[in-house]
């Protein structure tokens, strides 16, 4: 079994990578509970979905991981990025993984177009 660590370093590097079906696939339980602005979702659709208007309102950014802390089965990391067309400041992601998946997250960001 992936502690919380592994899932979470693989996640980013995932991301990082530009894998998202591959993060979603290896990372995610497929009844992931996302946390959002927009309320509560669930499924890997919804870690999609949010994924893709993430990317469309920040194309081709690049992302800086300010901290990152591991808890048992706990994850937070604070971000910031930044793209031609926008800036997210404040970027806040945490985490729950049980069972070497992640079954929680939210999001929050501040965006600040240019």
């Given at each position: 079994m992936r502690s919380t660590?592994?899932?979470?370093?693989?996640?980013?590097?995932?991301r990082t990578a530009g894998d998202l079906e591959g993060d979603l696939a290896h990372n995610y339980a497929p009844d992931v509970i996302l946390l959002c602005e927009h309320g509560p979702r669930t499924g890997r659709d919804s870690v999609r979905e949010s994924a893709e208007q993430l990317a469309k309102q920040l194309p081709d950014a690049s992302f800086e991981y300010l901290v990152k802390h591991v808890d048992r089965e706990?994850?937070?990391?604070?971000?910031r990025a930044d793209s031609l067309k926008a800036r997210?400041?404040?970027?806040?992601?945490?985490?729950?993984?049980?069972?070497?998946?992640?079954?929680?997250q939210s999001v929050y960001y501040a965006l600040e177009e240019k």
């Open positions: 660590a592994e899932v979470f370093d693989d996640h980013l590097e995932r706990y994850a937070l990391l604070f971000w997210a400041e404040h970027g806040v992601d945490s985490f729950v993984i049980r069972d070497g998946r992640i079954v929680m």
